[in-house]
């Protein structure tokens, strides 16, 4: 059984994520959506709504959990049972960050990284890029799935 997890703060879950996680499930039998939660950031939307949003927009996929952590990636994939990392590649700044990150996972724990590359039509979505347009009061329904509905 090959379970990878798909870490990441999703505040909140983009196109993007929603790519890579479907082309994800066609590499594993399980995929576990870990929302990692980091004490010094400030989040958009609560670890209640994030979890939310993805759990609606794979209610029917088998095979995708959603879970919060908090720690290192590399204790959670161990506490889960994962042997694998999956990460989303967008851009050289991208590989350069993952490729730090994926080399210090790999020191800590005999655990693979494996990257995807975006896809054409959703490389230039970031959960940034979403806030910032919801702050400002844009349209950003296409640039998520519908289950990102926000009142803010
Ligand atoms: P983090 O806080 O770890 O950057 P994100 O929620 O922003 O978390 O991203 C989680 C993962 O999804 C990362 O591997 C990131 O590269 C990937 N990702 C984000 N946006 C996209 C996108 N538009 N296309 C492909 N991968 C993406």
Redesign the pocket.
């Known amino acids: 059984m090959k379970r990878a997890i798909?870490?990441?703060?999703?505040?909140p879950i983009?196109l993007?994520?929603v790519?890579?996680i479907k082309r994800g499930l066609t590499l594993f039998d399980e995929l576990i959506v870990a929302i990692?939660i980091n004490s010094a950031k400030k989040y958009m939307f609560s670890i209640e709504e994030r979890q939310g949003f993805i759990e609606n927009t794979f209610k029917e996929e088998t095979g995708i959990k959603v879970m919060v952590y908090e720690g290192l990636t590399v204790d959670f994939c161990r506490e889960v049972n994962a042997d694998f990392i999956l990460?989303?590649?967008?851009n050289p700044a991208?590989f350069e960050f993952?490729k730090a990150i994926a080399h210090t996972n790999r020191d800590l724990a005999p655990v693979e990284t494996v990257f995807l590359l975006?896809s054409a039509g959703?490389?230039y979505?970031?959960?940034s890029i979403v806030r910032e347009v919801i702050q400002n009061n844009g349209d950003y329904t296409k640039l998520v799935p519908p289950s990102v509905r926000t009142s803010k």
């Open positions: 798909f870490p990441g703060s999703f505040d983009t993007g994520h790519d890579i990692g990460r989303g590649l967008r991208d993952e975006t959703t490389s979505i970031s959960s």
